[in-house]
Nanobody, 125 residues
């Protein structure tokens, strides 16, 4: 069982930056595929980014150039660095993990057995 805990959400202005953290206390994140997904009320959970244990990263098209996924293995913590935030980025952001990676399935929330509780990001104009 992998326990994940997100932090770093908040209320920011359009164009601001924010860094979300995903901690896995006592658990090395290196062996896992780590991902970020987000959800707004009434909509399905949406893929944002993923990082394979090999170090390869993947980003949703709409976030390319604005968001970056990274990890600090020494701290057992993953990060989602977000910049040039837009009102459309307002959502609850979740980190997730899986033991294996599948390029064809990485965008599917059902692919990830481990989830954090989510952190709210609100971008106001």
């Amino acid at each position: 069982q992998v326990q994940l805990a997100e932090s770093g959400g908040g209320v920011v202005q359009t164009g601001d930056s924010l860094r979300l953290s995903c901690a896995a206390p006592g658990r090395a994140i290196g062996p896992y595929t780590m991902a970020w997904l987000r959800q707004v009320p009434g909509k399905e959970r949406e893929f944002v980014a993923a990082a394979r244990k090999s170090g390869e990263t993947y980003m949703a098209d709409s976030m390319q150039g604005r968001f970056t996924i990274a990890g600090d293995h020494a701290k057992n913590t993953g990060y989602l660095q977000m910049s040039s935030l837009k009102s459309g980025d307002t959502a609850v952001y979740y980190c997730a993990a899986a033991e294996t990676f599948s390029a064809s399935q990485m965008k599917d929330p059902g692919r990830y057995p481990y989830w954090g509780q989510g952190t709210q990001v609100t971008v106001s104009s």
